[in-house]
């Protein structure tokens, strides 16, 4: 696939940047090398970068507000006991719904899949429960999409990217596919999840789906109900972007582009310290939190955050584990106070190392910029 690393420090000085790798180890035509312009597969970034910040949009405009009931626009959740769970309820991951299921196995469209997660029974208490959910984001698209009145691929067109002039952000598929970064071999990810039933016990069969992809994914998708259900335009997965489009947007973020009071208002936790709305909350040196996402399938980290100074690192290694780590500045003695629970961070310790992952120079760039010697 792809051993591309990419890193953008945005500090009162401007944006500094450094990238290494090529979009591609084997499996595809075209080889280039990595620049602040190559497309990278964003997945669960997708649900900051497009659907958080499409909804704090629209509470900024008082279209929505997030205690609206998702069954006042969805009819089919008045049938059931989600009837009154809100939007701040699925933004928090506090709606009791399962993590994860495979709906391109059973499912054969999109109204049919939100048919499904409408009927699905709660896993765990709502309301009252943190458990991070791909299904909360599903639904959140649709509600985006209901809002605007648009599918969300053209809504985060109109409202996010050309008012930042995001140049290499698009759903689907990248605007350049000569220059895009490889992920994975096809869906093997998620076939070996629903075979082993690891980590989540999902019903459904490896043998009841035939349109498993086995080659090597260039510019498509590889979420398997944003490509097999969503044709790669979802709210919880379905985003390209690059270097250059992460740092023009958390720049935004900085400079007002959301409302500050809506922005702290989706800073603020309730059932736990480490969640916000939309955001997870990042425990800082000084006691005080900062804004991003963490998500981890198998071993791959995604994090996005809002603040300053930052540090954002993107990566895709041969093991299809995509990386976008941005950090305010901490000690390296507060990196597991950072990411409670978390027992295997090789990618982290190998970066602050400067062994494996990274060449010196750029390892040496990283923990200049997060101050750690």
Not at 7 to 14: K, L, N, S, V
Not at 175 to 194: L, Q
Not at 206 to 230: A, C, M, P, Q, Y
Request: charged share 25%.
């Amino acid at each position: 696939m792809s051993s591309a690393k990419a890193i953008a420090f945005i500090g009162r000085g401007g944006v500094e940047q450094r990238i290494e790798g090529r979009t591609s180890n084997f499996g595809v035509e075209r080889v280039n090398k990595v620049n602040a312009e190559s497309a990278f597969d964003l997945a669960s970034i997708t649900k900051i970068m497009a659907t958080t910040t499409l909804l704090m949009l629209a509470v900024d405009r008082g279209l929505v507000k997030l205690d609206l009931k998702v069954s006042n626009l969805f009819p089919e959740w008045r049938e059931s006991n989600k009837e009154d769970l809100t939007l701040e309820d699925l933004l928090r991951h506090e709606s009791g719904l399962e993590e994860w299921r495979p709906f391109y196995i059973t499912c054969n469209s999109t109204e049919e899949t939100f048919t499904k997660i409408a009927s699905l029974p709660l896993k765990y208490p709502k309301k009252s429960e943190f458990h991070y959910s791909d299904l909360n984001f599903i639904v959140l698209g649709r509600v985006a999409e209901t809002i605007y009145q648009a599918p969300i691929s053209k809504v985060f067109q109109e409202e996010i990217a050309r008012p930042l002039m995001l140049a290499n952000s698009t759903f689907s598929s990248p605007p350049n596919p000569e220059n895009v970064v490889a992920t994975s071999i096809g869906d093997s990810i998620e076939a070996k999840m629903v075979r082993t039933k690891v980590p989540y016990k999902v019903p459904e069969d490896v043998e009841n789906f035939k349109s498993w992809r086995t080659r090597v994914l260039s510019g498509e998708i590889n979420d398997g109900n944003s490509f097999h259900i969503f044709k790669g335009a979802a709210g919880h997965a379905g985003l390209f972007s690059s270097l250059n489009d992460l740092s023009l947007y958390v720049q935004g973020l900085i400079n007002g582009f959301i409302k500050r009071e809506t922005l702290n208002e989706f800073s603020k936790p309730r059932s736990t310290e480490d969640q916000g709305i939309g955001f997870k909350r990042f425990r800082k040196l000084n006691s005080e939190f900062a804004i991003g996402h963490l998500v981890l399938r198998e071993q791959g980290l995604r994090l996005i955050c809002n603040g300053r100074p930052h540090l954002f690192i993107l990566e895709i290694d041969s093991t299809r584990e995509v990386s976008i780590n941005p950090w305010q500045k901490f000690g390296v003695r507060n990196l597991r106070n950072f990411l409670p629970g978390i027992k295997n961070s090789i990618r982290i310790k190998n970066l602050l190392n400067c062994s494996l992952k990274f060449d010196y120079s750029l390892a040496a760039f990283a923990r200049r910029c997060l101050n750690f010697d």
